[in-house]
């Protein structure tokens, strides 16, 4: 067992869990984007960072791939903890606003500004969906490609994979597309799943081959009507 | 045919860096080289052969701005616009390289003879700009040289001229095992007796002439040898193989070993299109050779070739 001290309050723990369990198990909020039980903690969205270390040795660290240690000080909401959640937010605001979730967040943060150039992005590279189909769906049909401001999610050579399972997993998982998904009016709804494998029927043209498992298009196939 | 040809290779290449730590890029490596880009297809072989899925394997190759998925040119040109060749206006030869070529930075010619691309600091910062043609460095570039660069690439950087070219000499050959001069006086290569070799390779046995000028290249042969094929070599006096003890440090395959006059050792590979050779100097080099106190010679730090014949 390991005894460490969150928000002042002490607990002991397993070896091997990581701050946000603890935190979350003493009922401490601590958001997230790309963690999700099931899969392994990946740290890409930095969106559930906590400060933890005392005097000039303080730092922050996202809790959910950080192992509780023994004696350990962890705040979950000190002030530079919410500065830096804030700006965390702002970003995403930035590269993907017209998701739901994550204009939810920019409200319960009370982020009222957003000062960076305003891209369109519909997948803020969470790796979420890549983890759901490796490691439960053991497909590894999509992944990573690319790097820096290249880097993107979807098959390799973007053609439907034979790996893929049509589970629809990857777009269930994904923490940014609902609002694309459901949208404000029900009777337009679509999942937009597809647009988040960067492959957009949707205000875009090209339309070629669909990583979506409810092919042929429903959004299409209501428009038509 | 030409598929599973190039699957085989691609086994071979995957079979060689299997158990090896960072073994995918050596692979991915080894194919570019092979095909001067990655093939879909081989992707997918590296992917089945090494059991990873094929977007791992995938993620690499568009990870790395190494690896081109694209077919590249013969000639491929790297301009630096790394930062201390960006402020050195690393950005104009681009500019100007795309212009003459007529293409965008990552792209090719319709011709195939050229691709273009820009890259992120070569690691010669103090000499830049650096532009980087098929593994030369060209430094300090102007504007005005691109032209002259591209002129130069097309008759291909790695040739050389044997009649000006100072690193280019005569060497005397003979073999190892029965001490038989291996120069052919009948037979003129680059101007010079050329050096006679008898070899065999799948079931074919015929001569083989090679130029005596050390840094030539020039070969005429009996029986067209495809390349990469490695072929055996024999003394065409003795008949005696000749194998070296020692294996190519580019490709691996077994080196020939011949012996100078006046001392010393050159290899070469084995293998067709490996330019790989050694040269082991005993006695050329004057600083070596047992007679320096006495010789009146000068004594030049490559070392007086044939100096037995000024004596
Ligand atoms: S739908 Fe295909 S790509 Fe998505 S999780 Fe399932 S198997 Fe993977
Ligand atoms: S598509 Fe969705 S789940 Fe996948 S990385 Fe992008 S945001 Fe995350
Ligand atoms: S193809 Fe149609 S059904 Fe599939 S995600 Fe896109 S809009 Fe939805
Ligand atoms: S939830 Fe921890 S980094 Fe995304
Ligand atoms: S910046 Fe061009 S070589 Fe380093």
């Known amino acids: ?225 | 045919m030409k598929e599973s040809r190039l699957s085989s290779a691609t086994e071979e290449i995957v079979q060689k860096h299997e158990n090896e730590l960072g073994g995918v890029i050596a692979m991915l490596e080894e194919i570019q080289l092979q095909h001067s880009y990655l093939p879909e297809s081989a992707l997918k072989t590296v992917a089945s052969e090494t059991g990873r899925s094929l977007v791992e394997i995938y993620g690499v190759a568009t990870f790395y701005k190494y690896f081109s998925l694209k077919p590249r040119g013969e000639h491929l040109v790297s301009v630096c616009l790394g930062t201390a060749c960006h402020v050195r206006q690393g950005a104009l030869i681009a500019k100007e390289f795309e212009d003459q070529l007529g293409i965008r930075a990552g792209e090719t010619t319709p011709d195939k003879k050229f691709s273009l691309e820009t890259v992120n600091c070569l690691g010669a910062c103090a000499r830049g700009p650096i532009v980087l043609v098929d593994g030369h460095y060209f430094s300090n570039v102007k504007k005005t040289q691109v032209s002259q660069i591209l002129k130069k690439a097309r008759e291909g950087l790695d040739a050389i001229d044997v009649t000006t070219d100072q690193r280019v000499f005569p060497v005397k050959l003979r073999c190892p095992h029965c001490n038989h001069s291996l120069l052919d006086p009948n037979y003129l290569i680059d101007n010079h007796p050329a050096v006679r070799l008898t070899i065999s390779f799948a079931s074919k046995h015929g001569w083989l002439r090679l130029s005596s000028l050390y840094g030539s290249n020039n070969i005429k042969s009996e029986y067209e040898i495809p390349m990469n094929t490695i072929a055996d070599f024999f003394c065409p006096h003795c008949h005696a193989e000749l194998v070296g003890s020692s294996a190519c440090p580019v490709c691996n395959a077994p080196m020939v070993p011949m012996t100078i006059y006046g001392g010393g050792l050159i290899q070469i590979c084995s293998r067709r299109g490996c330019k790989s050779h050694t040269m082991d100097l005993v006695n050329s080099i004057c600083i070596n050779c047992d007679n320096r106190h006495t010789c009146k010679l000068m004594k030049p730090e490559g070392g007086v070739w044939f100096c037995e014949e000024y004596i």
């Open chain 1, 1 to 225: 067992m390991i005894t460490l001290k969150i928000n002042g309050l002490e607990t002991n723990v397993e070896k091997g869990t990581t701050l946000l369990e603890a935190a979350r198990f003493l009922g401490f909020p601590v958001p997230t984007l790309c963690h999700m039980d099931g899969l392994h903690p990946f740290g890409a969205c930095r969106l559930c960072l906590v400060e933890i270390g005392e005097g000039p040795r303080i730092k922050l660290v996202s809790s959910c791939t950080y192992p509780a240690e023994e004696g350990l000080h962890v705040r979950t909401a000190s002030r530079r903890v919410m500065r830096a959640r804030k700006m965390i937010i702002e970003l995403l605001l930035a590269s993907s606003p017209q998701s739901k979730t994550i204009q939810d967040l920019a409200s319960a943060f009370d982020v009222k500004q957003q000062r960076f150039r305003q891209e369109f992005e519909d997948c803020i590279l969470c790796g979420r969906c890549v983890h759901m189909c490796e490691e439960q769906m053991m497909a590894k049909a999509i992944g990573f490609r690319g790097r820096g401001e290249n880097r993107s999610i979807g098959t390799p050579f973007d053609v439907q994979s034979e790996e893929c399972r049509l589970c629809g997993g990857c777009m269930y998982v994904c923490p940014v597309c609902m609002l694309r998904c459901t949208y404000t009016e029900p009777e337009k709804a679509i999942c937009g799943g597809c647009a988040n494998l960067s492959v957009p029927c949707i205000e875009k043209e090209q339309f070629d081959d669909v990583m979506c498992y409810m092919e042929p298009c429903v959004a299409c196939e209501i428009t038509k009507d």
